[in-house]
Each structure stands twice: as structure tokens, then as C-alpha cells.
């Protein structure tokens, strides 16, 4: 039998490693954390959803704001002023409106630029705030029973679990339950068993003590992917974090174009940061999300070019995780034919990695459609 070229062994034996560590931490995640309950509900927590409230975003914003009255909770809705919705939902009496004046922070864009305005004239110490975007459904109270045993103990925020809710693709909805395993592994390990959020937090139900939001001086940074430069912050302020048992429904992109147009703001964001955040979210960045992106588009290319059953033994098992997850999609979407199309799912993901890496420095803030 041909032997593999030893190089192409190596690139092979690196690849797999790094993507079985997402097997290993999977493992140790789910075995040893589980989120701590108290029996009374949080009373001082609120629900802030910053939009650009237009068109686009209309029917899932609604929606969203419909949806989580179940939680009781105050609503704040930020927009900027002269939203296209502005109109509309100062006719919603049963949500509070902020508008974000013209005038305001001109250094600042996008999303970020609305929290800074809201932590600047909105947020008291003793509250708890609930960052939504427009098309987040949260699908239980979990959270508002975990909020006082971790207060007391002094954590500062928390993140959900994100399952993918279906839009008008029903390729990108099976491409988003890779996030649902990302939860489960990497978020679950640092931001739950090791209460340090070194892959980042998510703007989807980030739950921050307001006292710490004004500590930190939140989202005072230009940033496309502010969620994950205020990761950084609550490294730098020795904060501890942990993950939520709540689980929350995202919608996903409506079309495999908006998906790689996501992707790239959010490679570009984080690339743009790198000075920012401290050498161990870097490094540990790389090992969960560049790497994977790339690991995963090489393991197409390298395994066939390999004779080695050993390194195809080793590569089972994390192939395995990932086409689990996949045909798991695949089922909730009702359309298991579209197991024919994992196989691209990297390549395109990968794109987004490129296309974000080209898109340095740019201050676009992209906005995809969530239109029904």
C-alpha cells in the first residue's frame, strides 16, 4: 500500500488533534456543570433589546417583543433616532423606548454604540440587565431563579444555550446547530466550569450586573462584535460568569449569502480586537474558532490523500460529533436530504473567515435580513 507523503501526516495528525479537543472539552463540559437554581425569581432584572428597527429586522423584532412578555419583565427597546420603526413602537405603551440621539458618540457604531448610550443613562447598580437582539425568543425563566444564588455569590454575567430557529433557509438553520454544540463544549467548559469567558460571551441573553457594567465602562470601544470585547473586560475586572441553563431560540439567516455575511462581521470584529483582549482569549480564540473553521476545511482535503487507518480511526470520533449535530439539523428541519450538502458547510463558513479577514478596519456594521 502507497505511503502518505510524511507531511501531509503531519498536517493530518495536527488537524485532528485540534478538532478532538472539541470532543474532550464536550465531554468534561457536559459531565461536570450544571447551572445553579435558587427558589425565589430574580425581581431586578429588565430585558434590553438594542435594533436598528427597520424593515428588515420588523417581523423578528415584533415578534421578539410578543414572545418574551411571558417573562413579565420590563422592556427596553434602543434605537437610534430616526429609526424607520420609530414611529411604530413609541405606539407600543407596554415597552420603554430609548432613542439614541443623532449627535451621540459619533466614534461609536452599531450595536455597541446603543448599549454605551443605555449604560450611560439607563443603568442602576442594583439591577440586573438581559441583552437581546431583535430576534431572540427566550424559551424558559431559567435564568431569573439562577440570578440570586450567583449574586450573591458575586458573578457578574451570564449567557444562555442558543438553539437555531429556522428562517427562510433551511440550509443555514442546519448550519447554525454548529453553535448549539459550541455551547455545549467550548462556552459551557470557560464561561460555566471555569466561571472565565475566554471564547467570548454572546449578545443573545447576556445578563450583566448593572454595578459592573458601570465598573467596566461597557461597550465604550468601537467594535462590530461588542459582546466579545466586553468578554475581554470581565477578564480584565476578574469577573465570573456562568452559563445559564435557558435556553434561547435564534433565527437563523434567511439565505447562505446573509450567513457568510454574518460570519465575516464577526471574524472581522474579532481580528480587529486582537489588541485589545488579553493573550489567553487570543490564543484560546484560535484553538476554538480559526482553526476549527480552517481544521474543518482541511479534513476534506487531507483524509483522502492519506493510507494511514490509524489517523482515520483517530478522525472517527470528532467526524462523527460533527456529522451527529448536522443530521441532528437536518431532522428538526424536516428535510434530511440536505445531509447531501454537509460536506460544503465548511467551505462556506470558511469564507466567512476570509472574506472577514478582508474586511479589516471597515466601520460597516452589518445587518442582515430578518424578514419573514
Known sequence: MPQADPYVKYA???????????????AVALAAYSAKRSPNKASNAVLVIPSIASEKVKDSLLASLSHNRFLG??????????????????KLS?????????????????????LRYFVENFVRPDMWYVFLDDDNLVLDDSFLYEIPY??????????PILVPRKGKSYMTFIMDFARLIDDLSFFRFFTGLLRRPYVGLHGELLGVKGSFLIQSNAFNEPSKVEDYMFAAKVLKFEGRTWQSRTKVSILSPNSVIDLIRQRTRWHAGILESW?????????????????RTIG???LWVLVPLTHSLLLLLIAAPTSM???????????????MRYILTIPAFWII????????ALKLRSREFIVIDKSA
Request: hydrophobic share 45%.
Open 94 to 114: 407596554w415597552i420603554n423606548l430609548v432613542v439614541v440621539p443623532k449627535d451621540y458618540r459619533r466614534d461609536l457604531f452599531g450595536k455597541g454604540r446603543a
Open 296 to 298: 474543518l476545511i482541511g
Open 321 to 335: 460529533a460533527y456529522w451527529f449535530i448536522y443530521v441532528y439539523g437536518a431532522k428538526k428541519s424536516g428535510r
Open 349 to 356: 463558513e470558511g469564507l466567512g473567515f476570509i472574506y472577514g
Open 275 to 291: 489588541r485589545e483582549v488579553p493573550a489567553s482569549m487570543r490564543t484560546i480564540t484560535i484553538i476554538k474558532s480559526f482553526l
Open 12 to 26: 493530518i495528525t495536527v488537524d485532528w488533534s485540534l478538532l478532538s479537543a472539541y470532543l474532550i472539552v464536550l
Open 150 to 159: 450567583y449574586e450573591r455569590y458575586g458573578y457578574v454575567a451570564f449567557n
Open 73 to 90: 419583565l420590563p422592556i427596553y427597546v434602543v434605537i437610534d433616532e430616526g429609526a424607520p420603526l420609530e414611529s411604530y413602537l413609541r
